[in-house]
């Protein structure tokens, strides 16, 4: 099992030293994730999204941030634009087929979705 206490300071601590580490920067925004640090791994997850728009699950992540925090058009739109750049991502289809499936008004279906991404 993952010590993310110890994940976080060693993550913060290579961004000390060089603060363009997107690796370390999302790493350090799932170790958050996991310690339950919504906040601040929400922020990280938009750090590396302002720089790399199409960094492979940081929109996953930010989807299941607002899937917590009972934004639902926010989680969807998320879960979508993952899906846009990485039509591979069977987590974010499934999250957003979950969406969808409760017949939510903001969740488009997924097949559009799918289809729009090739």
Same mark, same amino acid.
């Given at each position: 099992?993952?010590?993310? %206490? ?11 030293? +060089? ?10 925004? /799932?170790? @958050? ?11 990280? @997850?938009? +750090?590396?999204?302002?720089? !790399? ?6 929109? $996953? $992540? /930010? ?13 969807? !739109?998320?879960? +979508? ?5 990485? %039509? ?7 999250? /957003?087929? !979950? ?9 488009? %279906? ?9």
């Amino acid at each position: 099992m993952m010590n993310y %206490p110890d994940a976080i300071q060693n993550y913060q601590a290579a961004l000390g030293i +060089r603060d363009s580490n997107i690796d370390a920067r999302f790493r350090l925004a /799932l170790a @958050l994730f996991h310690e339950n640090q919504l906040t601040e791994s929400h922020h990280q @997850l938009t +750090r590396i999204i302002a720089g !790399e728009t199409d960094f492979r699950s940081a929109h $996953y $992540y /930010l989807g299941l941030i607002y899937t917590k925090w009972n934004m639902m058009e926010k989680a969807t !739109e998320a879960y +979508r634009t993952e899906i846009k750049f990485h %039509p591979d991502h069977t987590q974010a289809m499934k999250h /957003l087929t !979950e969406a969808d499936s409760m017949d939510l008004p903001e969740a488009k %279906p997924l097949m559009d979705i799918i289809n729009n991404a090739r």
